[in-house]
């Protein structure tokens, strides 16, 4: 079975989420699921809900294609794009495909482990809006912008509504935006990691 992953930190998950993952598989015949892979950390990011919410909160974005991996949880300590590469690899039934927004084109090169990772997996290219793609690294596909539908959802725009007191129905799931609310999260600037 041929997998595309899309990896995050979910703080929370939201509709821009399942837009990538549902238009991957749309356009690439040969995929078969998409994964949901939460971080357990992120070097590069704060991260404001605790893992077992943002795992649980991830599960609301499931879909007859759609699932969810919590093999980064599981494993614990530091997340890097390379590590999860590498334990993914090691599931021989399935063949895996990396799935980045064009906002992270600029750093990917700085990431631990690129010169592996990008001979290990194969990547796609997700265009987001505000980042035009300038250049990909050699054999990264990309999406063509003409058809698809893209918008600028934002973890961090979301947690800001939460803490303003503002809605954030239609950015969410339904069953995530009471989680949010039900286990207060997003409330206060505090930061879980």
Known sequence: MKIAVLGGTFDPPHFGHLLVARQIMENFSDIDRAWLLPANTNPDKKIYAPTS????MAQFLKEERIDVCDLDIKRGGETLTIDSIRQLIKIRDHKFTWIIGSDLLSTIKF????????????????????????SVPVGFKVLKESHLLTANYSSTVIRARVRQGLSIEGLT????????????????????V
């Open 53 to 56: 919410h943002r795992l649980k």
């Open 111 to 134: 990431w631990e482990g690129y010169g592996e990772f990008i001979k290990l997996v194969p990547f796609i290219v997700f265009p987001r809006p505000e980042y035009p793609i300038k």
């Open 173 to 192: 799931p339904h069953e995530v935006t009471n989680y949010i609310n039900k286990h207060h999260l997003y409330k206060t600037k505090s930061v879980y």
